[in-house]
């Protein structure tokens, strides 16, 4: 199995694993840097491996929360649920993420729109 990982503005993004049931791999989000609001059709799974990332979830109400996650920590995130990951710190953030259900057109967005 071969990784691919992609640069973008605010860091990396890894793509371990992708087929329609299920997506893996790593983001790693620079310091003072936050990607851009989105959501996915299907459940998203975080665990932080290294640094902190602050993730903005933004509730059908439209209310927001803010979920620190150190590492170790983990968020499940429910399918179509608009989100921010955002590093405010001084340090690199590492999260892998599982998405678990098909984001195939999602990773060759990435793929199109991004430098390897």
């Given at each position: ?61 439209g ?34 993420w ?19």
């Amino acid at each position: 199995m071969q990784f691919e990982k992609y640069n973008l503005d605010q860091g990396n993004i890894m793509i371990a694993f992708s087929d329609e049931n299920l997506s893996v791999g790593t983001l790693e989000i620079n310091p003072k840097q936050e990607l851009d609001k989105h959501n996915r059709p299907v459940p998203e799974s975080l665990y932080q491996l290294r640094g902190k990332c602050v993730m903005k979830i933004f509730e059908e109400d439209g209310s927001e929360k803010e979920v620190v996650l150190s590492e170790g920590e983990s968020l499940d995130i429910p399918p179509l649920t608009q989100h921010i990951h955002t590093n405010p710190f001084d340090d690199i953030s590492l999260t892998f993420w599982k998405a678990s259900g098909d984001i195939r057109d999602i990773i060759e967005s990435i793929r199109n729109n991004s430098k390897m």
